[in-house]
């Protein structure tokens, strides 16, 4: 699989990243690079192989719904780049 | 106060040798000595540790003290610590200040621990040289013109120069063993979910996994009893009961079955690495170990796999980084999008970009069942080989990484030649397994570790293992000639 200037235009898209034309140009043999790499799983038959997304068969644990942990909004409100009283500023989405 | 052990250090505090607040001056005085040539450390708050001592005194004078009072320890800067900065490596976390404290930061404030920095690190640990950092490439101790390893590589250099008399690491494909082999110290990655991943900032949360770096496996053993902890703050933490790790070091190894997978001894693998990696099984089989031949087909597979898991957990995870809650937010921009698109690209370096495209690009629409479900297809074979395996052997050894330290900047523009450096170290992070690594000599004045595979949960064993090659060996007792 090669990555063409098109695909890294779409992923870029995708991943919200700017990308300039003179690194798209040295990401084009860069990906196409780690994608041969990947390519080498092809050769795997896999047929009727059950797909592993865990390292232990584990269920997820469930807890009662209580509050443990104490206010530390001020804390995290205080480490956004644009605040005002208590909300998140963006540029202006809806007209 | 330079070279004692983690257990002798905690002794010593304890009979009043010296107190925290000395030991801690002691290594900060280092610190400030040697980072600038090293660069292993990102931040220090001298005011904070100090502070930190001399409550660990107070506790120590009213005898009320446990068994790391006093002790301090280098954390990684993907850990986050209340009140400190907290970075990641990388631009986008650049003014971070962590608001609360990653359960494994926490449990080593409970057991009285000093916070001595924050240490260097590939950006969101994507690295295999610590080259990748925001905040400059760490060197070297053994020879400042070579890499640490990475991605955990200032703790690394900290640990190998003795800027720390211990530090903390994460092993996403062979982060905290790599540089362990590479610096010439021991480290563990645990069992998948051994130890808490709260509040240790996510590159690829299924492969994830804490972990001790020190000198020795003793040291390691004391902290990953501070550091296993079932926590129901990460879901993937595993009730496992408390163990003592340090209680089985003593055990005798005799009849130990050792495995030996023919595929990591094979092309790849530098000549001088190999004769020091079967002359340190050699020296197990005089323990009174037997070497069995065991064979993981699939182990050249791992890398291709990885490489998709890893981005595609990773494009998901750094998500996050949008410029509106936290981190950086690009300077100008016309509207919400060209905000997202140019903090991004300002904010990432081009590692951790070029693995959020992979992980985009394989999990695209279309290309899931090629690309990702394919991946966890093959994960699942690269587990079973291992299960397999230790149905003939109770420990898998080989090298840690392929050759001994790469100059710096030799690899850095080449992202496949870096991947290589983990062919050994990834297929235990598929499989969840707890794996090792221990000094066993030196090619050209750089070491070489070895690497201990043992099955899940089986620290306590591995630990044991390693601590009788220490017993037999004083590898791990080397300090570089550069750093006094």
Known sequence: ?95 | MLNLSLKQLSQQLREKAFSSEELTRFFLDRIRKYNDSLNAFITIDEDTSIAMAKQADLKIASGNQGTFTGIPIAQKDIFCADGWKTTCGSKMLENFVAPYNATVVQNFNDAGAINLGKTNMDEFAMGSSNETSYFGAVKNPWNLEYVPGGSSGGSASAVAARLAPAATGTDTGGSIRQPASLCGFTGLKPTYGLVSRYGMIAFASSLDQAGPMAPSAEDCAMMLNVMASHDIKDSTSLPHPKEDYLAPLDNSIKGLRIGMPKEFFGEGLDSEVQKIIEGAINEYKKMGAEIVEISLPNSELAIPVYYVIAPAEASSNLSRYDGVRYGYRTKEYDDLMDMYFKTRQEGFGDEVKRRILIGTYVLSAGYYDAYYLKAQKIRQLISNDFSQAFQKCDVIMGPSAPSAAFKSGEKKEDPLAMYLQDIYTISTNLAGLPAMSIPAGFTKGLPVGLQLIGNHFSEGHLLNIAHQFQLNSDWHRKTPKEID
């Open chain 1, 1 to 95: 699989m090669t990555i063409s200037q098109d695909d890294i235009k779409k992923i870029a898209h995708l991943a919200r990243i700017n990308i300039s034309s003179e690194e798209s140009i040295l990401l084009e043999e860069k990906l196409t690079g780690i994608m041969k790499l990947i390519d080498q799983m092809q050769k795997v038959d896999t047929d009727g192989v059950e797909p592993m997304s865990h390292a232990l068969d584990i269920s997820q644990p469930l807890r009662a719904d209580q509050v443990t942990e104490s206010d530390i909004r001020t804390k995290t409100m205080a480490l956004a780049p644009e605040t005002e009283e208590s909300l998140f500023i963006v540029p202006q989405v809806i007209e």
